[in-house]
């Protein structure tokens, strides 16, 4: 049992290491190995990832958002770069496709040729989000999952699902083994921003939210084995 297909929502900061800020190459050497072990049981894998080690638009309140954001989608090239030098040096071919046309650097993003390309048994990292401002990389994520069929939305991150409260500052906090699209809208949890969960629920697409950094954890959601919190 395992997933065919699979978009894995990486954060910008899962590169970063212990620093939180740029890319420490053995972090994504990691995360990298991580996700071969999900192509080696013959899941198709895209990824989506953030570019939050680098910059965030939002928190930059005196700038135009539009600039903010392009700003943005040139952090999250940076990163899908360095993941596919990581997979390059672990054997595993991959492909850049980027929102916003860059062609010395990377493809123009083609529906299409993304799911050729996952046919073909590449992993494809997906840059610029969405290619728009104001919607966010998470949104980007929801939207290229609908687009290439993926059965799943893996949203990787660093705590071990979802819970009533933040659990580092509210010790009284219960995790969800399994929660609606629309609880999570209405409790506001934080899952994901609201217009990405909306498009999640509107075209059926889960999401499983689970802790990246434990070893194994990625082959384990992979595989169906229970872990981590169901969004359906």
Same mark, same amino acid.
């Given at each position: 049992?395992?997933?065919?297909?699979?978009?894995?929502?990486?954060?910008? =900061?899962?590169?970063?290491?212990?620093?939180? $800020?740029?890319?420490? %190459?053995?972090?994504?050497?990691?995360?990298?190995? !991580?996700?071969?072990?999900?192509?080696?049981?013959?899941? !198709?894998?895209?990824?989506?990832?953030?570019?939050? #080690? %680098?910059?965030?638009?939002?928190?930059?309140?005196?700038?135009?958002?539009?600039? +903010?954001?392009?700003?943005?989608?040139?952090?999250?090239?940076? #990163?899908?770069? @360095?993941?596919?030098?990581? %997979?390059?040096? *672990?054997?595993? =071919?991959?492909?850049?496709?980027?929102?916003? !046309?860059?062609?010395?650097?990377?493809e123009f993003y083609i529906r299409k040729r993304a799911t050729r390309h996952l046919e073909k048994t590449r992993?494809v990292i997906f840059g610029c989000g969405t290619g728009s401002p104001f919607f966010s990389t998470d949104t @980007?994520?929801? &939207?290229?999952?609908? =687009?290439?069929?993926?059965?799943?939305?893996?949203?990787?991150? #660093?705590?071990?699902?979802?819970?009533? +409260?933040?659990?580092? $500052?509210?010790?009284?906090?219960?995790?969800?083994? !399994? *929660?609606?699209?629309?609880?999570?809208? #209405?409790?506001?949890?934080?899952?994901?921003?609201?217009? @990405?969960?909306? &498009?999640?629920m509107d075209n059926n697409i889960p999401i499983l939210v689970f802790d990246v950094n434990k070893k194994g954890?990625? &082959?384990?959601? +992979? $595989?169906?084995? $229970? *872990?981590?919190?169901?969004?359906?």
């Open positions: 049992m395992k997933y065919n297909r699979i978009l894995i929502k990486l954060s910008g =900061e899962t590169l970063s290491g212990s620093d939180g $800020k740029g890319i420490d %190459f053995n972090s994504v050497l990691d995360i990298c190995k !991580e996700i071969k072990a999900c192509y080696d049981i013959g899941c !198709e894998i895209a990824i989506v990832v953030g570019g939050g #080690n %680098f910059w965030r638009g939002r928190t930059h309140k005196n700038m135009d958002r539009c600039t +903010a954001d392009h700003i943005g989608m040139l952090a999250t090239t940076m #990163n899908a770069l @360095a993941l596919q030098d990581g %997979f390059t040096q *672990i054997g595993v =071919e991959s492909r850049v496709q980027t929102g916003i !046309e860059m062609r010395q650097i990377a992993i @980007a994520a929801a &939207l290229r999952a609908a =687009e290439i069929n993926a059965d799943i939305i893996f949203k990787a991150t #660093n705590v071990d699902g979802i819970y009533t +409260a933040d659990p580092k $500052k509210d010790k009284t906090a219960t995790k969800f083994d !399994e *929660i609606t699209y629309i609880d999570v809208l #209405n409790k506001k949890l934080n899952v994901m921003d609201s217009t @990405a969960t909306s &498009l999640c954890n990625l &082959l384990k959601a +992979a $595989k169906k084995n $229970k *872990i981590g919190t169901l969004v359906k």
